[in-house]
């Protein structure tokens, strides 16, 4: 207890970014990386894919852009690495890029190990997803 909630070295640049929101949203995984529980306050809802350790991430709309995002384990998850993929929340291109698929306010969460292979988390799990999105579409 006694933990401090601020960050001491907040990310550059996203801090003082004006018509930002950041969705948290807390996991909670069992056996075979089926979801448990989930935090019912936070606007985001996940769920659990076909593939091992792959989660589809659900924001109420899409955004502007991402300015932000992650995810981190409570727990030893062992080398675990979490890697964001097929972004549909993005409604303006990164100067050079594209966008690509219809918007829908999703982006998928996929767990792998070192070795680059989609792994299920260990049982029991606790994981939080972080978002920052700029508003606007």
């Not at 979801?35 to 593939?51: C, E, F, P």
């Not at 727990?75 to 918007?103: K, R």
Request: net charge positive; with cysteine; glycine share 14%.
């Amino acid at each position: 207890m006694g933990a401090s909630s601020a960050l001491s070295n907040p990310h550059a640049g996203v801090v003082t970014r004006k018509g930002c929101v950041r969705f948290t949203h807390r996991v909670l995984v069992g056996a075979s990386g089926a979801i448990t529980g989930q935090d019912a306050k936070s606007r985001v809802t996940l769920t659990k894919q076909g593939t091992a350790g792959q989660y589809k991430v659900q924001l109420p709309r899409g955004y502007r852009a991402i300015v932000d995002i992650g995810c981190t384990f409570i727990g030893n998850t062992g080398s675990l690495v979490p890697d964001f993929q097929t972004d549909q929340i993005t409604t303006e291109a990164i100067p050079g890029g594209t966008i690509a698929g219809t918007i829908d306010g999703t982006i998928i969460l996929q767990f792998r190990n070192s070795a680059g292979t989609a792994t299920d988390l260990p049982n029991p799990c606790t994981f939080i997803v972080s978002i920052m999105v700029e508003g606007g579409v």
